[in-house]
Every structure is written in C-alpha cells, then in structure tokens.
C-alpha cells in the first residue's frame, strides 16, 4: 500500500521535471478552451500539498479532528493566479520540493495508520484510499497534459 503511494509520488515528480524542456507557448496555452494552462495545472499542486502537509496529515497521525478544508475553487484561483505570473522554473521548482517533503512525510506515516479509518466530513477512509485518491487527482491532470502535448507531437 505504502510503497504504491511512494512510486506514484516518485513518477509524479519525474513526469513533472520532464516537462522542464516545453516551450513557454505550450506552457502558457490552456490545454483545451475554458481550461486551465500546464503551468496552471502544475502550479495547483503546490498547495494542495502544503495543505496536505500542514492540515491533514499532523491531525491523522495524532488522531485529531481534521480543520475544515478551504474553499477548493479559492485555493485553485489562487494557485491558477500565482502561476501565471511565475517563470516555468519556478513553477516546476516549487512542486518538486513540495512534492518531496510529501513523499517523505509520506514514507514516515507508520505502517499500521495505512488501513485506520478516518473522517473527513461525513466520509470515512483509510490512508490508503485518502492518498489513492490524491493519485487519482493527479493522472486526470497528468493525462490532459499528455493528450494535449500528443496534438503536437511532444
């Protein structure tokens, strides 16, 4: 369970450094109308994770009650904004130190919490099924990023 959720982190990482080498066009272009740009996509991360780290994973561990989320389409703002105006380094930077704090908060979580059960509002998961649904999150984006470099031969 624990070692799936590493190698996604670890191949969410690789596929985001290889996209280091993508001209600041493909970069800045919505990846179809009325959607977000790649440096959009990969700038929301960042917080999510942060929040993750700072928000989630604390309480979990220590079996406290989880602070309320933020507002999602405020943190996606936010985060869509920020990265708009940032270089591609930049961007791409912040996502990989971030992601990796939480791969290694990840690899610290104790065996035994993987299958406990907590809340989040009136669900109830496993760390298992919370991160895996992080995964999930992260290859929908991933994959519009892929189809939308496949139009250009990428």
Do not use: C
Request: charged share 25%; aromatic share 12%.
């Amino acid at each position: 369970m624990k070692e799936e959720i590493l190698e996604h982190q670890r191949h969410s990482i690789e596929f985001v450094e290889s996209l280091r080498g993508l001209n600041n066009k493909l970069w800045r272009t919505p990846i179809s109308e009325g959607k977000w740009t790649i440096a959009e996509i990969i700038g929301h991360f960042e917080s999510w994770d942060t929040f993750i780290l700072k928000n989630r994973l604390p309480y979990i561990i220590m079996e406290h009650e989880l602070p309320k989320s933020p507002k999602s389409e405020k943190i996606n703002a936010n985060s869509a904004y920020m990265s708009r105006s940032e270089k591609q380094d930049v961007t791409i930077n912040t996502f990989v130190l971030t992601r990796r704090e939480l791969y290694k908060a990840i690899h610290n979580i104790p065996d035994e919490m993987w299958t406990k059960t907590f809340s989040i509002g009136n669900t109830t998961v496993s760390m298992y099924e919370y991160f895996t649904g992080l995964a999930k999150h992260d290859h929908h984006h991933f994959n519009q990023i892929k189809d939308f470099l496949s139009r250009y031969k990428l």
